[in-house]
């Protein structure tokens, strides 16, 4: 646990606000891809059920966040005082470690992959991302810039082999793709890299020579655009695919689907 | 953030009341639309979904505004005091730089352009928004008239060119609308134009001479109305275009789904 830092009323509340935007975000991302579930077809209600699953692990983290953010200090006629109890930042490495492989299912889930293939490449992906993970928090948890670089650079293997496969290991199952919706996965794949490489970044910040106050507020609010972009985002995008795809290969099916049961039936 | 006002208990209360109200209303609606989305054909689901996402973020908005106001005053003998603890008034702008862009998305989704122009559209009108929003709250949380009249202008700018876009650049898609929608998705437009008057109205208050206890209560009281028309009741409008599209499109699906599998069982 890193000591907390003194800050201004100003940095104090940037990161407050924050913390509550990434709870509004996660918060309606996760109600909107519960509904939406309705609205693709029976094969992909899986991927759309775990985005929702990880905005809504994500939003609860983000509640305990604030919570303890908001007891780490106190505020009276502006001034912002420590109250001695810890900020526990630990939550986000308990979500990272739930959310994080389920990221990497949705992608293999709406991709609907044949066999064996898709569990085999989602268990892979899944395994290597709690690596991944686990290697960053030994890290995290240091005050030396040694010992935050090692655990940095042990992490980074099994990202870059993450991001070897998916660029490398599904590039025959992309080209599998429905037409319609092949641009769209790729994208994905392209979305699940580019946010996650947010992490690292915001990882070597204090690293970097950024220290006290603007070190805590930079890692802050950098980890919950990158949660928001990586979860809400991502999440969302996989339901467009979801949707794109159970259009493609039924179009009637969707139809009825907003219809309910009844119409089905009756014909 | 402004310094806190003294309040007489009336001053204190009228506000007090009007955020739960809010709370109250905008908790309403959302449940009212993801109630009502068993009602609008898979087309406009969407739509209906999102109205009820930007009621449900305002309403979490509400709840901690409420509290913060709770927080920031104690009460005793009807005397009102300030107890020190800031009152968090950037919630509305963090409630608003998610919920403005969603608001254009809602009337988009619901004319169901055809091919990318709908999504070309809702991107250009959701970043106009995002844009209105940033520029507002450097004024809104400075003290000087000076400051606030610059941003309010810059803030105007993109105001502007989304109703020009709502008015010039959607004319001909309004033409294309089925007959019966056609009057709605106008007045849509206009619903959301003029509920949107009020926020630069209500900024101007404290720069019109309003200062004061006065000002603090024109502020929030003007802004929780504000909401309430153009979250919940342009959400209640959405619905409604949604919900006469569908018919219009289907007539019999729409009744099968009312009728849900019971009818079929039946039959």
């Not at 001695?84 to 994080?100: E, H, K, M, S």
Request: aromatic share 14%; glycine share 8%; with cysteine.
């Amino acid at each position: 646990m890193h000591p907390l830092e003194n800050l201004t009323f100003g940095q104090y509340s940037f990161v407050y606000n924050s913390l509550s935007f990434a709870i509004a975000t996660l918060g309606a991302a996760t109600i909107f891809l519960f509904l939406s579930r309705s609205q693709v077809s029976v094969n992909y209600k899986s991927a759309v059920t775990i985005s929702g699953l990880v905005c809504l692990i994500a939003s609860y983290h983000y509640y305990r966040i604030f919570n303890s953010w908001e007891a780490a200090y106190s505020v009276a006629n502006n001034v912002v005082t420590k109250t001695g109890q810890p900020f526990n930042d630990a939550y986000r490495y308990v979500d990272w470690i739930l959310t994080v492989p389920l990221l990497v299912t949705e992608l293999i889930l709406v991709m609907r992959l044949p066999g064996k293939e898709g569990s085999n490449k989602a268990t892979r992906l899944a395994v290597l991302a709690v690596i991944m993970v686990a290697l960053g928090y030994p890290g995290e948890i240091s005050n030396s810039a040694g010992t935050r670089w090692i655990f940095w650079a042990l992490a980074m293997i099994p990202f870059l082999i993450i991001v070897f496969d998916l660029f490398v290991g599904l590039k025959d199952a992309i080209g599998r793709q429905p037409e319609d919706a092949r641009g769209l996965v790729s994208a994905a794949r392209w979305i699940l890299v580019l946010t996650w490489c947010f992490y690292p970044i915001v990882f070597v910040l204090p690293m970097l020579g950024l220290s006290g106050p603007g070190s805590t507020v930079g890692i802050q609010v950098g980890y919950s655009v990158a949660d928001i972009l990586a979860k809400a985002g991502f999440g969302v995008f996989i339901y467009a695919i979801a949707a794109k795809k159970s259009e493609a290969e039924n179009p009637q099916g969707l139809r009825d689907a907003g219809y309910a049961s009844a119409g089905a039936v009756a014909r």
